[in-house]
């Protein structure tokens, strides 16, 4: 029976609001909240169903990061994944190097579907699925709001600008979600119990024999422009007035 | 020599206008040449389309049957064909372009940047990280191709006064055949497209339902406005979701932005910050959205807006 891939990047939580460091050399992350990047807990979500619905006999839960990021493949173990994978490595990896990493664990556990969250909240690149397939030479369905599996072959509908579009892949596939796709479980106490148990494989980076070295140099991190505070106006007609004096209506 | 691919994106026959601000931005590249493709079923009028924007240099046409649907896994190869000749490949940052650019870069075997939102040097740019919360400058490796989509809500749409030379293309490329389209369910909203509009009304959670969400359209209709709407309207259902906005949804840039029952969370303010002046109406004083805002007014949205449509007139 196939398996399936899922990845899990740990990032800055999304409740934290992020400040870039006063000498602009980063953001700062020290003390700071971390979780599963929130595209690829419902990503994991969709793995664990399509299992449960009997579509996939085994699901692997993937993440290169240092090895703090062994709290989020234990997450992601509770949350019923089989086992883990961290391909540790202390320096972060831009897309592309993260796809031929995962194109490594694809080559060493066959799997039948890749899952991965459609970007990273963190760099907001939204790359690493869409190079993985072209890495793999097999398809793409991104940006997924619904997956159905059909034999060999997988229906996506996906999030697209103009509304909804609908494709068919064959299988093997790497797939990548939307925030629709499914609403991710809790975890319950029991679980976190359990997953102490599940098999979590450590790799080395260095160990793998792929490139990622860095292509591209940040030069300066500053924070976004600030606009200007605004006014309050304390009812309708005001707001009109302030509307129209701006010219912004009739 | 700077020589730029830019790949058009386009439906029902019309150039998305996302292309004519991927243009803009690689204009701002200097010594730059810009060319266009287009790849379609048929591409003849999005050719002479896409001829007619300010600063092109010559539109490619690519014209095959297999190009009717924009299907990432298919075009990657044929533009990755194209792009031998030139120094830069830019797409816009639609969900047309974030699914095909990656695609193009790995084949190409370099990387991509998302959401270039200005441009400092021909390998030099500005991209926002963290939903926008910081802004960072790339620098990208001169000796390889640069990949990259460009954020429309940064650039404005180059002029129509151009007449640029086409030419139809034939490529070389093996095109797959394990990827295929079914359908497409546009909402249909005959209402003036949320990322080129000058003014959107945008409804969030307090609609409370798809039967409230109604004074959000006819606010909108008041002012020739087409509607947004937060992520948490569209998951409830109120709304569809090609009109969520912000950090997974649009990015938009309009005159003016009126928020109605929104609390501003980062993600939905990453959607809004190029507007030009933000309303917001919301019950609560403290919501984070009447930080960005430029005109605030604290109250009941159920009230307010009636009261605002009819002072419209
Ligand atoms: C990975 C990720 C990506 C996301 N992407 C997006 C995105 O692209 N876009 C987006 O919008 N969100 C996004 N979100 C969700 C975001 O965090 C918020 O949950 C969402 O924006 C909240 O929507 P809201 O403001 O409508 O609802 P709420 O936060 O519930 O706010 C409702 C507001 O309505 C006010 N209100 C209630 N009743 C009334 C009334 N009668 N009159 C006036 N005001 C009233 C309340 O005071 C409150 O401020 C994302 C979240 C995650 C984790």
Same mark, same amino acid.
């Given at each position: 029976?196939?398996? #399936?891939?899922?990845?899990?990047?740990?990032?800055?939580?999304?409740?934290?609001?992020?400040?870039?460091?006063?000498?602009?050399?980063?953001?700062?992350?020290?003390?700071?909240?971390?979780?599963?990047?929130?595209?690829?807990?419902?990503?994991?979500?969709?793995?664990?169903?399509?299992?449960?619905?009997?579509?996939?006999?085994?699901?692997?839960?993937?993440?290169?990061?240092?090895?703090?990021?062994?709290?989020?493949?234990?997450?992601?173990?509770?949350?019923?994944?089989?086992?883990?994978?961290?391909?540790?490595? /202390?320096?972060?990896?831009?897309?592309?190097?993260?796809?031929?990493?995962?194109?490594?664990?694809?080559?060493?556990?066959?799997?039948? #579907?890749?899952?991965?969250?459609?970007?990273?909240?963190?760099?907001?690149?939204?790359?690493?699925?869409?190079?993985?397939?072209?890495?793999?030479?097999?398809?793409?369905?991104?940006?997924?709001?619904?997956?159905?599996?059909?034999?060999?072959?997988?229906?996506?509908?996906?999030?697209?600008?103009?509304?909804?579009?609908?494709?068919?892949?064959?299988?093997?596939?790497?797939?990548?979600?939307?925030?629709?796709?499914? /609403?991710?479980?809790?975890?319950?106490?029991?679980?976190?119990?359990?997953?102490?148990?599940?098999?979590?494989?450590?790799?080395?980076?260095?160990?793998?024999?792929?490139?990622?070295?860095?292509?591209?140099?940040?030069?300066?991190?500053?924070?976004?422009?600030?606009?200007?505070?605004?006014?309050?106006?304390?009812?309708?007609?005001?707001?009109?007035?302030?509307?129209?004096?701006?010219?912004?209506?009739? | 020599?700077?020589?730029?691919?830019?790949?058009?994106?386009?439906?029902?026959?019309?150039?998305?206008?996302?292309?004519?601000?991927?243009?803009?931005?690689?204009?701002?590249?200097?010594?730059?040449?810009?060319?266009?493709?287009?790849?379609?079923?048929?591409?003849?009028?999005?050719?002479?389309?896409?001829?007619?924007?300010?600063?092109?240099?010559?539109?490619?046409?690519?014209?095959?049957?297999?190009?009717?649907?924009?299907?990432?896994?298919?075009?990657?190869?044929?533009?990755?064909?194209?792009?031998?000749?030139?120094?830069?490949?830019?797409?816009?940052?639609?969900?047309?372009?974030?699914?095909?650019?990656?695609?193009?870069?790995?084949?190409?075997?370099?990387?991509?940047?998302?959401?270039?939102?200005?441009?400092?040097?021909?390998?030099?740019?500005?991209?926002? #990280?963290?939903?926008?919360?910081?802004?960072?400058?790339?620098?990208?490796?001169?000796?390889?191709?640069?990949?990259?989509?460009?954020?429309?809500?940064?650039?404005?749409?180059?002029?129509?006064?151009?007449?640029?030379?086409?030419?139809?293309?034939?490529?070389?490329?093996?095109?797959?055949?394990?990827?295929?389209?079914?359908?497409?369910?546009?909402?249909?909203?005959?209402?003036?497209?949320?990322?080129?509009?000058?003014?959107?009304?945008?409804?969030?959670?307090?609609?409370?339902?798809?039967?409230?969400?109604?004074?959000?359209?006819?606010?909108?209709?008041?002012?020739?406005?087409?509607?947004?709407?937060?992520?948490?309207?569209?998951?409830?259902?109120?709304?569809?979701?090609?009109?969520?906005?912000?950090?997974?949804?649009?990015?938009?840039?309009?005159?003016?932005?009126?928020?109605?029952?929104?609390?501003?969370?980062?993600?939905?303010?990453?959607?809004?910050?190029?507007?030009?002046?933000?309303?917001?109406?919301?019950?609560?004083?403290?919501?984070?959205?009447?930080?960005?805002?430029?005109?605030?007014?604290?109250?009941?949205?159920?009230?307010?807006?009636?009261?605002?449509?009819?002072?419209?007139?």
């Amino acid at each position: 029976m196939s398996k #399936i891939l899922v990845g899990l990047k740990r990032v800055v939580d999304y409740n934290v609001r992020v400040r870039v460091k006063p000498d602009g050399s980063g953001v700062v992350t020290e003390g700071v909240k971390m979780s599963i990047n929130p595209f690829d807990e419902i990503a994991l979500e969709e793995a664990l169903r399509i299992k449960e619905k009997g579509g996939a006999s085994e699901v692997i839960v993937a993440s290169i990061g240092p090895a703090e990021t062994q709290q989020q493949l234990r997450t992601g173990l509770a949350m019923g994944a089989d086992r883990a994978i961290l391909v540790q490595s /202390e320096q972060a990896l831009e897309p592309l190097s993260a796809a031929r990493v995962f194109l490594k664990l694809i080559e060493k556990e066959s799997p039948q #579907i890749v899952l991965l969250g459609k970007q990273g909240i963190d760099d907001d690149n939204n790359q690493t699925g869409q190079m993985l397939a072209a890495l793999w030479n097999r398809p793409q369905a991104t940006f997924a709001s619904k997956i159905e599996l059909d034999g060999t072959l997988a229906r996506v509908t996906r999030e697209v600008d103009a509304g909804l579009e609908t494709i068919e892949v064959d299988l093997p596939a790497v797939l990548t979600t939307d925030l629709r796709l499914n /609403e991710p479980r809790y975890v319950k106490l029991p679980e976190i119990m359990k997953a102490k148990k599940k098999p979590l494989e450590t790799l080395a980076l260095g160990d793998l024999g792929v490139d990622v070295a860095a292509q591209f140099k940040t030069l300066n991190y500053a924070p976004p422009p600030s606009r200007q505070k605004g006014i309050m106006v304390k009812d309708v007609p005001e707001l009109l007035a302030t509307l129209k004096q701006k010219g912004l209506v009739q | 020599m700077t020589h730029i691919l830019v790949i058009a994106e386009h439906a029902g026959g019309k150039l998305n206008p996302a292309t004519a601000k991927c243009v803009t931005c690689a204009s701002q590249i200097s010594d730059a040449t810009v060319d266009v493709a287009v790849f379609a079923a048929q591409a003849d009028a999005l050719a002479a389309e896409a001829a007619q924007i300010a600063g092109v240099n010559r539109v490619l046409k690519i014209e095959d049957a297999a190009n009717a649907e924009p299907l990432a896994a298919l075009l990657a190869p044929q533009v990755v064909s194209l792009a031998q000749k030139y120094s830069h490949v830019f797409g816009p940052s639609t969900t047309f372009g974030k699914d095909l650019m990656p695609r193009v870069a790995a084949l190409l075997g370099v990387g991509q940047l998302s959401d270039i939102m200005a441009v400092e040097a021909s390998h030099r740019f500005r991209r926002p #990280i963290y939903a926008g919360n910081a802004i960072i400058t790339v620098e990208a490796p001169a000796d390889r191709k640069v990949v990259a989509t460009v954020r429309t809500a940064s650039f404005q749409a180059a002029g129509g006064a151009g007449s640029a030379p086409i030419e139809a293309v034939d490529v070389t490329a093996e095109l797959p055949s394990h990827t295929r389209f079914i359908s497409r369910s546009a909402a249909a909203t005959g209402r003036p497209d949320l990322q080129t509009a000058a003014r959107v009304v945008s409804g969030g959670r307090a609609l409370g339902s798809a039967e409230n969400f109604k004074v959000i359209y006819s606010l909108a209709d008041k002012l020739g406005a087409p509607v947004g709407a937060s992520r948490a309207a569209v998951d409830a259902g109120y709304a569809a979701n090609d009109l969520q906005v912000g950090q997974t949804g649009k990015i938009i840039s309009p005159e003016l932005y009126i928020a109605v029952g929104i609390s501003g969370a980062i993600q939905h303010l990453t959607g809004i910050k190029d507007a030009r002046t933000i309303v917001a109406i919301n019950k609560d004083a403290e919501a984070p959205i009447f930080e960005v805002a430029d005109i605030g007014l604290v109250g009941d949205l159920f009230a307010i807006l009636p009261e605002l449509e009819k002072a419209l007139g």
